[in-house]
């Protein structure tokens, strides 16, 4: 197989993939099967990848038969997915949320370039960055950035919220020194001119 | 004049440096000087939240180092004594993230605008100890009565000498008299002679430590506790103060000047 459509490329952050926007999907999946296959166990932990699709747009299915392939490949575990104009690509379709089915403990990040939901709790000296909202299943009480990007419509909610600290887009909050008795019930924070608001999630 | 750099190092975990860093900035930033604590224990972080400054944190040390943010921007002002500053480490990164250069670098420059320098180092022998110790001009080493702590405390003070870093100072920590007395503990005439460094003081165990760490209030600022008292003593004699060991019972208070020398 020529290899012509997938290009590995490495820079501070981690690892690029570009795809080649001209060839067609199933050839380019083969291709990054086999470049995957090639590298053996040359990627080391924590490797976060990001994918420049160009001009391509994907379909759910396609996206997630691409995910499919960076999940069998240990270590690599953040993808971020990039278009030409540097958006994710359909942001506001199903598909686009990461779905994280774990406690987030300290020192962990979850960073993802549309919505995502945890399943767990976040644990203080946790981090989730979202270019879209956050949501968590379960006790928050770590640090979470949504509309990373800029998206001030962005939120976070939790069943509990007892952050550290909260940042929407560029606007940052930080917990009481003396934490208040939060309510034993789910909240939301969303951005109000400009500052971050804590409110039940429903009244 | 340019700050002094002091590292605070142990080896062992658990014998309570990041506390005596806390205590010590505490303390010399409650005499009025310019304090800057720095925590090099990357990837396991707990200064910020011994002096309870957490939720304050933005940018780290690895944000600096990187260029992602000035210098400035990363220092955490503490709530108590606005000459008090925090450069907190990175949780989501680990010891490798940073190089001994680089705290050279970056001590170099926090001496231009602060009177004391502290780093807490992390336990062991590795990156994170080279790291600490890279910029640090003065030591302390930190123990506490036990046969395997003053082990790792031997092992860092050939390791600091190695370095370049001369005559480092010792902290007993986690002293408790009743059991030396019978003979249960350690006694601390046999540490300083298997360790033979300068005695810069002596804490007793306390209970008000567990509780002061958890609020991210340091001891050193509490009245009336015996190990913020030992703190306190420690931070005068950083500054040069002559000051007496704390009278933890009188006949080891006269052995223990006997063998530093102030009687």
Known sequence: MLN?????????????IILNDELEFNYIKEELRSKFIQAGDFFDDDLMVRI??????????QKSELLEIFREQEGISVIEFINNDNRFVDSKEEGDTLLVKRTIRSGQTVRFEGNIVILGDVNPGAEI???GDIVVMGHFRGIAHAGAKGDTSATISAFRLEPTQLRIANYITRAPDIPPNSPNTPEIASLKGKQIIIDYLRK | MAGKAYVI???KGGVGKTTTTANLGTGLAKLGKRVVLIDADIGLRNLDVVLGLENRIVYDIVDVVEGNCRLEQALIKDKRYSSLCLLPAAQTRDKTSVNPEQMVELTDQLREEFDYIIIDCPAGIEQGFKNAIAGADEA???TTPEVSAVR????IIGMLEAEGVHDPQLIINRVRIDMINRGDMMDIEDMIEILAIKLLGIVPEDEKIVVSTNKGEPVVLLENTRSGEAFWNI????EGEEVPLIDLEEGLLNKIKRLVGLR
């Open chain 1, 4 to 16: 012509r459509g997938v290009t590995f490329k490495g820079d501070l952050e981690g690892l690029i």
């Open chain 1, 52 to 61: 420049k699709l160009g001009r391509r747009g994907l379909t759910s299915k």
């Open chain 1, 129 to 131: 960055v979202a270019a």
């Open chain 2, 9 to 11: 190092t142990s080896g």
């Open chain 2, 140 to 142: 302390v080493v930190v």
């Open chain 2, 152 to 155: 790792d405390a031997d092992r």
């Open chain 2, 235 to 238: 931070t005068r004699r950083i």
